[in-house]
């Protein structure tokens, strides 16, 4: 079974707009770790975050900001106020604390920004 | 700091060569991983190593091999390549078990096998 599932397969909005990134977990570790990684055009996976079970608190940081619900597994991304240099292709992932903390990606989701 | 470096970056093979994808990081990080990444797929687990002289297997193994005699150096053998080895391969490395999730990857390395 699928244990991270980001439903959207391509997302394309206009510049200046705000846009939220969907990622659906599944897990039955109560202790385990969730992840956005970003992979701009040149190709290279870029850590953006990292949340682990015990920590609800939704996080900013700038333009970012994570969205982490336990009630309904998920860990959503928004951009605010999108921008061409955030077109790229987003992938969450999952580690869970019960087997070896090995991350397990979702398929991505394409973002693409028009100008 | 160089990071996590893989060569090369790209190539060619025909059905049956083989071939050894290089990896080698300069951040003293134990664990290592070899990931390939195909088209609306995400990425795939294919071995990992916890450190120098230990590997395991991940989501899909068949048809590679990996050793890992030092900290920073973890190939990445393809014996008698096929086309569904066609794909974009990274390699990637963390710190520790608790911070495996905060990968550092490097560039990827395209394979095409015709």
């Known amino acids: 079974a699928q244990k991270v599932t980001q439903a959207q397969t391509e997302i394309s909005v206009v510049e200046k707009e705000d846009v939220t990134l969907d990622c659906v977990y599944e897990t039955r570790d109560t202790t385990y770790y969730l992840f956005w990684y970003k992979q701009p055009p040149s190709g290279e996976l870029v850590f953006l975050i990292r949340r682990n079970s015990f920590d609800e608190q939704n996080e900013i940081s700038g333009r970012y900001s994570w969205n982490f619900q336990k009630s309904t597994s998920s860990f959503n991304f928004t951009i605010t106020a999108s921008q061409v240099v955030d077109s790229a292709v987003y992938f969450c992932a999952l580690s869970e604390g019960g087997g070896s903390y090995i991350p397990t990606f979702g398929r991505g989701t394409s973002l693409i920004v028009h100008p | 700091n160089a990071g996590v470096t893989q060569t090369p970056k790209f190539r060619i093979l025909k059905i049956g060569q083989s071939m050894t994808l290089q990896c080698t990081q300069d951040?003293?990080?134990?664990?290592m991983y070899w990931y390939r990444q195909d088209p609306g797929m995400g990425l795939k687990l294919i071995y990992y190593?916890?450190?120098?002289?230990?590997?395991d297997k991940g989501e899909v193994p068949n048809g590679y091999n990996v050793s890992r005699s030092t900290t920073e150096d973890f190939p990445l053998r393809l014996e008698l390549a096929a086309p569904s080895q066609t794909s974009v391969y990274f390699c990637?490395?963390?710190?520790?078990?608790?911070?495996?999730?905060?990968?550092?990857f490097g560039e990827g390395s395209r394979l095409t096998v015709l």
């Open positions: 990637a490395s963390s710190y520790s078990r608790a911070e495996t999730g905060e990968l550092f």
């Open positions: 951040m003293n990080h134990n664990y």
């Open positions: 190593s916890v450190g120098a002289g230990i590997t």
